[in-house]
């Protein structure tokens, strides 16, 4: 990607403030740093940073329940997280992306996945992402563990996966490099199938489905052995410890 001048990238901010002044439907966003780190994950066109700014506000209007009151502490992410985990590594790989992790818990109960819920928390590293400054300018490679998985794990997730990819595709970043689904059971290739249909073809030619035992060697071509945490068959800190820290 092509160095931007510095000041440019002010110039474009500046640009912003003031288009986002003149539009009243608009919240007025004075973080010029926010701003900065928008322009950088929709690589720097400011058409397309005004773009996914208006959805991104216009979206919290159409989904309050899921993009507004979003307080970390609340029992309902409690609940939740008594079922899946969700964390980043505790240190980007070789060629610089960051690696998130998804994983469900093998005490779990699936009665606490909760749909909404659960794309309120997905939305809400969403956001952390956009706030990570130069942490956050790395390209983002997404392993999800379907061990564990159940029908009722999927029947719930298929249920949002729409909203999911309506809310992403339309106000989120572009900057995911891959998304692997790990330990995928057969019973789950259809439904997995279903929800991709829902995501544009170039999120979904990023994505691969390794339905086989995934280990540290089968896997170090796509994610670093030393970054994978344990529970996905790397030598990296487990998952629910990677969870406290992030």
Not at 208 to 226: K, L, Y
Request: net charge positive; with cysteine; charged share 25%.
């Amino acid at each position: 990607m092509e160095v931007i001048p510095d000041e440019r990238i002010k110039a474009d901010v500046e640009h912003l403030k003031e288009w986002i002044s003149k539009e009243p439907h608009l919240p007025r966003v004075s973080d010029e740093q926010w701003l900065a780190e928008f322009l950088y994950h929709n690589k720097f066109s400011l058409e397309k940073a005004k773009r996914k700014l208006e959805a991104y506000y216009s979206l919290r209007t159409k989904y309050p329940e899921i993009l507004r009151n979003r307080n970390p502490t609340a029992e309902e992410f409690s609940r939740l997280r008594r079922s899946l985990k969700l964390a980043f590594a505790h240190k980007p790989m070789r060629d610089g992306s960051v690696v998130f992790f998804f994983g469900l818990d093998p005490d779990g109960n699936p009665k606490d996945l909760d749909g909404t819920t659960f794309m309120k928390l997905v939305f809400m590293f969403g956001d952390l992402v956009l706030l990570r400054g130069e942490q956050g300018r790395r390209n983002l490679v997404a392993v999800v563990n379907y061990k564990n998985c159940t029908y009722q794990h999927l029947l719930k997730l298929m249920t949002v996966g729409a909203k999911i990819a309506e809310i992403f595709v339309g106000a989120y970043t572009e900057r995911i490099k891959a998304i692997h689904c790990i330990n995928v059971p057969s019973f789950a290739l259809k439904p997995i199938e279903f929800m991709m249909k829902c995501f544009p073809s170039k999120l979904v030619e990023r994505m691969q489905i390794h339905t086989g035992s995934v280990s540290s060697a089968s896997f170090s071509e796509h994610v670093d052995e030393d970054v994978l945490c344990s529970d996905f068959g790397g030598s990296g800190p487990p998952l629910a410890q990677l969870e406290r820290t992030s």
